[in-house]
């Protein structure tokens, strides 16, 4: 097998690679869609009295105590109407329904919709029926969370909190008061310049009798099927949900696994619960990441459950039961992080949680050609400079390789017509053409492999590249130079993939020619598919790949110009021992 040939395979497996992942797309299993739409996205599905099951199956955390039933809605909740309570910050804008006070909706700020639309902040929870992600949470009492507490509509001072210039601190309280004395306040925290928001939950028991529950989190989320931009051919990147144990360090939980109660297939589950001290639960998307994260030093209990009736699919986490007696209080304190998959960020947040970028399976690659990125771009400002230093880096990295390849492809070039008239003389017989072409490598010093190794040591840099510039967050709607404004997205006019299409006519130019005429035919084909699948990769990526191919055109050619020099110069004459007089 020839250069031509491997380079060939390597490039056919790459698109059968990506074709795929589009089969799986287009063909695999998909989110079953809901058959019925939910009322809202609080928490109430069908009405009061006919709530979502998969309410009713949040289970209390382990514990003995007896829970309190309370039946009123209290005289703090006269108006049990529910209402919107908006909450702006430096980096949120948030709404609070005051019913069991679920955060029903938070855009980010800093992270507009699209460059088009740069006034419209991204909805990370929405209060939609159709692709709805919603943060519950609460108090279950050790009987379950079918009580007073659960169905609590809260009151609030205002309707409308924000932000203070110059302040570093929001709190934004919602109470409840039971007809029995039970009294829930449920304040949101809000700290400048952090994405995470800490939910403090004070139970007063002004009871006659004891008080035992947990707090509990949720994620809920109705998927919905939508085109990303930067993904080949409608692809999509993985959306579900996520979670962190004492011994999983991470793991991501699709969909379907969700549908199937993966908690309960989970290695040391009971009753549906997994019990790990500390760790988190999230549901993850392309650029974005909504999790609860409880206290770390408490043993915690982690559930998946779906509701086939809304297509709602949960992620839980409850804590460790707690007693309060009568005229004690006790806080319940977790946080809830909302906000782009920053690494650097996420890190502080919570351990594993910057885990949550995916960089697929060449994540050992994609991590450290990441943060060298990030340097460069720490240095230079513009992440398209960085993307190109990158690649002369990893050039420079590979030089010597790349500089026995193009040696060994330019002496291929000059035994082509050597290699024609063998192919003329033993045609018919392809055993003696081989063994012939085998003489004719040996004699001349060639080794017809020569030239792939660096084709094949770039594939995988290529793929962890793709995976690295799709998925960082960092990159979204980061402009370059010129008509480039969206590194993350494909080249609006296609001038990119165009000129890199350009670039590898030149290099089959330099590049021997192919005996074969069917594989010179399909050598022939490569730039036409290899542009047309670069029609919609992000730029950044296609930018990286014009610039090694313009830098492997400059070194091919003066190594192949260096080779013919020194094959056209008069050898000097073989030195001759004088004979003894």
């Not at 006919?50 to 006269?78: F, H, L, N, R, Y």
């Not at 804008?93 to 919709?113: C, F, M, Q, S, W």
Request: contains cysteine; neutral net charge; proline residues 5%.
């Amino acid at each position: 097998m020839d250069n031509q040939r491997l380079f060939l395979f390597a490039a056919l497996a790459m698109v059968l690679m990506l074709i795929y992942q589009q089969w799986q797309v287009d063909y695999g299993q998909q989110p079953q869609v809901a058959t019925e739409q939910a009322q809202t996205i609080a928490g109430t599905e069908t009405g009061p009295e006919t709530a979502d099951s998969a309410d009713e199956a949040i289970p209390a955390a382990p514990g003995s105590a007896t829970a309190i039933t309370t039946t009123g809605t209290g005289s703090a909740t006269a108006d049990t109407k529910s209402k919107m309570v908006e909450i702006i910050t430096d980096l949120f804008e948030i709404k609070v329904d005051t019913n069991k006070g679920t955060i029903v909706e938070a855009k980010l700020r800093n992270y507009p919709v699209s460059l088009e639309q740069k006034d419209t902040p991204t909805a990370i929870l929405k209060d939609e029926i159709d692709g709805a992600l919603s943060a519950q949470s609460g108090l279950t009492p050790a009987k379950g969370i079918a009580n007073a507490i659960k169905k609590a509509v809260f009151s609030v001072e205002k309707e409308r909190y924000a932000l203070e210039e110059g302040a570093d601190e929001l709190r934004v309280p919602f109470s409840w008061t039971g007809d029995n004395g039970i009294k829930l306040t449920k304040t949101f925290v809000f700290k400048r310049d952090s994405y995470l928001i800490n939910v403090e939950q004070q139970l007063q028991n002004n009871s006659e009798s004891e008080w035992s529950g947990s707090f509990y989190g949720r994620l809920r989320l109705i998927p919905r099927e939508m085109e990303e931009p930067g993904l080949l051919s409608g692809a999509q990147s993985f959306t579900g949900g996520a979670i962190s144990l004492e011994d999983t360090k991470f793991e991501k939980v699709s969909l379907d696994d969700i549908k199937e109660d993966w908690s309960k297939e989970f290695s040391g589950t009971k009753g549906g619960l997994i019990k790990s001290k500390g760790g988190w639960t999230a549901m993850i998307q392309h650029y974005f990441i909504a999790a609860w994260i409880p206290s770390q030093e408490e043993t915690n209990y982690y559930m998946t459950s779906y509701s086939g009736k809304t297509d709602s699919h949960y992620m839980t986490v409850t804590e460790t039961q707690k007693s309060v007696a009568p005229g004690e209080s006790y806080t319940f304190t977790h946080g809830l992080y909302i906000g782009p998959k920053i690494q650097n960020i996420m890190e502080q947040v919570a351990p594993n949680l910057d885990r949550t970028v995916d960089y697929g399976p060449l994540f050992f690659l994609s991590q450290p050609l990441f943060w060298l990125l990030e340097k460069i771009h720490g240095v230079l400002g513009n992440w398209g400079v960085a993307i190109i230093v990158l690649t002369i880096f990893l050039k420079l990295l590979f030089f010597k390789l790349s500089e026995k390849s193009y040696k060994s492809m330019a002496k291929m070039k000059k035994l082509g017509p050597k290699m024609k008239q063998i192919k003329e003389r033993h045609g018919e017989d392809k055993q003696k053409m081989n063994q012939a072409m085998m003489e004719l490598y040996k004699k001349e010093k060639v080794n017809p492999l020569g030239g792939c190794l660096p084709i094949l040591v770039q594939m995988p840099f290529f793929l962890a590249l793709y995976w690295m510039l799709l998925e960082s967050v960092e990159l979204r709607q980061a402009p370059f130079m010129l008509w480039i404004v969206d590194l993350s997205i494909k080249d609006p006019y296609f001038i990119l993939p165009l000129i890199m299409g350009g670039t590898m006519l030149i290099q089959q130019r330099l590049n021997p020619a192919q005996m074969d005429p069917t594989q010179q035919r399909m050598m022939m084909l490569m730039p036409i598919i290899f542009t047309f699948m670069f029609l919609w990769f992000p730029a950044g990526l296609v930018l990286y790949w014009v610039v090694n191919n313009l830098l492997s055109i400059a070194q091919q050619w003066v190594i192949t110009r260096r080779v013919e020099k020194e094959e056209n110069e008069p050898k000097p004459p073989k030195k001759t021992k004088k004979a003894k007089a």
